[in-house]
């Protein structure tokens, strides 16, 4: 996918003075070891093992010159504290943490490491120097465990690098009505998100710029009947949406600027239909599959969730509105829930934004909705049919009425089950999702759109948060644990 952090991983490994550095040495030349068995790419050892801030200096060096973005440090053995954090601090990209466990009975006489200890340390100097840094469940490992570990932080890492040099680019003010869709910008400035917002008319304006671009149209629009086959239901139409394509790729690539990444949320209804006489969804539906997410409605911080979801996931994300409750009579008899019951269960949906290769069955229809208002003629252009069935994660990242960063995650199905219905639609499965939607998603005001990972990727998610400073971070919660304000005598 493009539009995503290449993440380089440098292990750094410390020793404090007091022990031989040479066991730090041979402890990162069995991780490295492991690392080159498992074909994790693009990790690198550093020749330096800091033992004094001087080489802390030089690590900092090395790391510059390879182009470093990520970082673990590996405690051999105890560690020193100070210049071990002074590298985190001065590095500033994401960081974790990783000890040796002692290798067995012959070690302990004299080659004990006591990084078990050194972590505790560690952990106490990351406190005075105010750093945000991932420490796994449990950071003492193996050389076989590392690699587990290293490559959960290459996904941790990938978001965070994305989050701190992306923007997000809107165009048009939310629909009328659509309160859930605007919210307070100045937390996305304080993640380090650049935010351009445009008119509607700065669209409009682009899509004329680009119309004389004809033999890129006629690829992108081959593209187009190439992976519709027989589903191209309206080909009158492909050209204009080809157009549309042109013209955000366009934008795309002369507006990123300072950042290296950037992701869109655009107006989509209601004047889009009279002025462009097609719907935008398969446009957005495709850009999505390629890494550059295009949220419904001007949805700023859904663009922002739906990049995160697919930094994650490594793979294409989708915008959904969590959107009506199941009908027992649509739920065929002994079909599997994922472990869930009725009330657990929920339809996804949206006009069309889904790319085709998370479909279960798709093709080009018309906008159900919008065409009661309008015209069956001029709102043309949804991708529709079912979702796959998949693992997902639905996670959403959202600024609150105050200006403080909220968050859930939960993970879940998509089902195989028919769900009898139009738009790009799909059931979703998230065990205890009644209580979470009534004491988090409703109880802490969270707005109708979720993005979705087609894998489960809560860890992931969860651990970037924190790194980013995201502190409110909702789950669902299991039976017999109460949600802040529920109401234990109506359960």
Known sequence: MINQPVVKLGIVGVSRDCFPASLTQARLAAVMAEVRSANLPEVYDCPVIIENEKDTLKALDWAKEQGVNAVCMFLGNFGPEGPTTMFIQKFQGPAMVLAAKEEGKANLASDRGDALCGVLNFS?????????????????????????????????????????????????????????????????????????????????????????????????????????????????????????????????????????????????????????????????????????????????????????????????????????????????????????????????????????????????KYQLIQARLMSEDITKGTLEGQIMPSKTTMFRLQSNSDSKLVSYIAQGEFLDIDPCSFGGIGIAAIPGFARFYRHVLVGKRFPHHGAYAFKHVGKILFEALRLLGVEDINTPLPAGQLYPGENPFAI
Request: net charge negative.
């Open 124 to 364: 106490y100097s990351v406190g005075l120097r105010r750093l945000k840094v991932y420490i796994p469940e449990y950071p003492n490992v193996s050389p076989a465990e590392a690699v587990k570990e290293l490559a959960d932080f290459r996904h941790i890492a990938r978001v965070v690098i994305g989050m701190r040099s992306l923007k997000v680019i809107g165009f048009g003010p939310r629909p009328m009505d659509f309160f859930a869709c605007n919210a307070p910008i100045q937390p996305l400035y304080d993640l380090g998100v650049e935010v351009q917002e445009n008119s509607e008319l700065d669209m409009k304006v682009q899509y004329e710029k680009v119309a004389s671009r004809t033999a890129e149209i006629e690829a992108i629009a081959k593209d187009m009947e190439a992976e519709l086959g027989h589903r191209n239901t309206y080909p009158e139409i492909i050209h204009k949406m080809a157009q549309l394509e042109l013209a955000i790729l366009d934008w795309y690539e002369n507006n990123k600027g300072a950042c290296d990444y950037a992701v869109f949320a655009n107006k989509c209804w209601p004047a889009w239909q009279p002025v462009f006489e097609f719907e935008p969804c398969y446009v957005n539906s495709r850009l999505t599959g390629r890494g550059i997410p295009v949220a419904c409605e001007v949805d700023l911080y859904g663009a922002v969730s739906e990049y995160m979801a697919e930094c994650a996931s490594e793979m294409p994300a989708t915008l959904l509105d969590i959107n009506n409750s199941v009908p027992a009579d649509v739920v065929p008899e002994g079909a599997n829930l994922a472990g869930c019951d009725l009330r657990d269960l929920y339809m996804g949906f949206h006009c069309g934004n889904t790319c085709s290769q998370c479909m279960k069955s798709c093709k080009i």
